[in-house]
Structure formats: C-alpha cells, structure tokens
C-alpha cells in the first residue's frame, strides 16, 4: 500500500517532517503508536464529578497506558475546560509518554453562560489559538493569556492540533466562529484540525465549513464518527480526504465493541486503500469514573490491552499499523 499523494513534507521540508508534541518537535516516523484522541486533563460543566484534575493520578493512568503498549496520544482538552499544559510535560517526561496537545475550543455546552470565551471573534479565538501554536499554551486559561506554560527543561508547552466541535446537528454562532478560526490556525501554523461530532453528526457540514475556508480535507480529523455506525457515510467521507476517528470504543450501553470492529471492516470493505489510510484510533476515555488510577474503569490501557489486539486479528497487523501508527503520524505532522 503506497503513502497517500497529499503525505505532508512538514515546515523543516524533511522527507518525513515533524510533529509538535509537548515535549518538542519530533520527527514524524518516531512517533509510534498512538491514541489519537485522550486526556489527562479536563474539567467541564457537562461531566460533574468526573474531574480530571490531579497531576499524581492522571500520570500513573499515563504511565499504564505506556506500559500497554501505547506510547503517544493526543491530548484532546482544548482552550478553558481544565488543561494543565505543563503538567502534560511533566507526566511526558516522568512516563516517555510522547503527547500532541490541543488549542481551540470545544461546543459551547461545555462553557457556562457569560465564560469570557464565548465573547471572543473569529479573529480574537484564530490569533489566541495560533499563538498557543507558535508561543506556547498559555499556564492559566484567562482572557489575557499570561504566563506561558514551560516543560521540566524550561521551553514553551506548545500545541501541535487545533479543535473545534459541534453539537448534536446544531452549530450555532460560537461553534461557527470557533470553527472558522480554527480554520484559520490550521492555515498559519500547518496544525490539523480535530472536530468533535456529538453522535458523528453533522460530518458534511463541518467539511463544508473548513474546505470553504481552505483547509484540504486530509487536515481533517472527524471525532467520534463511530457513535453513527454508517460505513458507507465513513467511506463516504474518506473518499472526500477525510480522517475519520474512532473512539467509542468500552462503551457497549451505547454500542460494543464488535460492532465498532464490523462497522470498520466494512467500512475498509467499501473504502479500499484510501479507507484505510483514512482511519485513525483513540479512546476519549475522558473522566474520572473510567480512569483506574481514580479509582474507576476501564482506564486507559483498555484500549492497547483490549481493543487494539481484537483490531488486529480482525484487520490484520498490516491494516492494524496503519490505524494506529502511520495515519496519526501522517495526521498529525506539520505542514
């Protein structure tokens, strides 16, 4: 299976490029096997009492996650919903983890009314966000962004993607705007930008939105677009250049894992080659409750000790590398 024609070169013009992690750029093929969507931090009004807010217990969820097999991941935890940019570095440094952090902003279910953030304009969130991109992420989220959050070496924690997301069939003003500065971010930096779709909807109108404002479809990740078990809207959208992630998985009240395995071999049924350099897989295990380090489950080795041995032996290991380690690599590198 060749590399797809749009593979980014990166900003260094290297063959392979680079990837902005926490940590520092590092060259794309290193990255490894990855969970392209988590977090370690993350406080929001919509999951009361499922804080993840302890530096202790969210490093030992990473760590185990490590010691599973799975070495990177995206922290998915956009602007003002509990980051903590230099608590990342310091888990990456202490675990080897290698993570990719998130600017942007999420729906605006997940702000409470008056938040400074939902004032913003397109022009005020697009310069906020490439600056977390080029400056660092800021150490506080605040109106003014301050203090700049560092690593245990003293450099800037910066962000390597850029996130918007929708509700279920609604964007409204805010989501709009947030949508169209991450457009924008994505075009100044070369960061790719992930959209979450509540219940995988919305998918075409959000590629309608980000294409219209230039962004290529292959620097765009759709976000749960496994909770809409469509395979023929996923090859669909991979056949439109899309990346499409699934991350639903240890959620069987909604739908079990076997399920999201048959929906995505049908879907590479469908799609062929392009489905399957289109595809890429996270978790967005998200809370508390399920992070064993807090006491819950099924924590974040779920995914490396559970899910991704049944992807294999359903897919292949061929298939199964390119899920896991070449697309998210392709994805995430700087263009």
């Not at 560092?150 to 805010?174: C, E, H, M, N, S």
Request: net charge negative; charged share 20%; with cysteine.
């Amino acid at each position: 299976m060749t590399a797809p024609d749009d593979a980014p070169a990166g900003r260094a013009g290297s063959a392979s490029g680079v990837i902005r992690t926490v940590l520092g750029d590092i060259p794309a093929g290193t990255l490894g096997p990855c969970d392209y969507h988590d977090h370690l931090f993350q406080v929001t009004p919509l999951l009361p009492g499922d804080e993840l807010d302890n530096e202790e217990l969210s490093g030992r969820e990473a760590a185990a996650m490590v010691t599973a097999g799975l070495g990177a991941m995206v922290e998915a935890t956009p602007t003002g919903l509990g980051r903590q940019p230099a608590a990342v570095a310091r888990v990456c440094a202490a675990t080897g983890l290698k993570s990719v952090h998130a600017t942007g902003a999420h729906h605006a279910g997940h702000y409470p009314a008056g938040h400074w953030l939902l004032e913003a304009t397109v022009t005020d969130l697009a310069r906020r966000f490439a600056a977390d991109v080029a400056d660092g992420l800021p150490a506080a989220d605040v109106p003014e962004r301050g203090v700049v959050a560092v690593t245990p070496d003293g450099a800037p924690v910066r962000a390597g993607l850029v996130k918007a997301g929708v509700r279920y069939w609604q964007i409204g003003p805010f989501e709009r705007r947030a949508l169209e500065a991450a457009a924008a971010t994505a075009l100044t930096t070369g960061v790719p930008v992930m959209v979450h779709l509540d219940y995988g909807s919305a998918a075409w109108e959000v590629h309608g939105i980000l294409t219209a404002a230039g962004v290529p479809a292959s620097r765009i990740v759709l976000a749960h677009i496994d909770r809409n078990l469509d395979p023929g809207l996923h090859a669909e959208l991979t056949a439109a250049g899309l990346y499409i992630g699934y991350d639903g998985m240890a959620r069987h009240k909604q739908a079990p894992d076997a399920a999201l395995l048959d929906c995505l071999e049908r879907t590479l049924a469908l799609g062929g080659d392009l489905a399957a350099q289109r595809i890429v897989i996270g978790a967005d295990v998200a809370r508390s409750t399920r992070f064993v380090a807090y006491g819950g489950m099924p924590g974040l080795e779920y995914l490396p000790r559970r899910f991704l041995p049944r992807l294999r032996r359903a897919v292949g290991d061929d298939i199964g590398s390119l899920l896991v380690t070449t697309n998210p690599a392709r994805l995430l590198t700087l263009t």
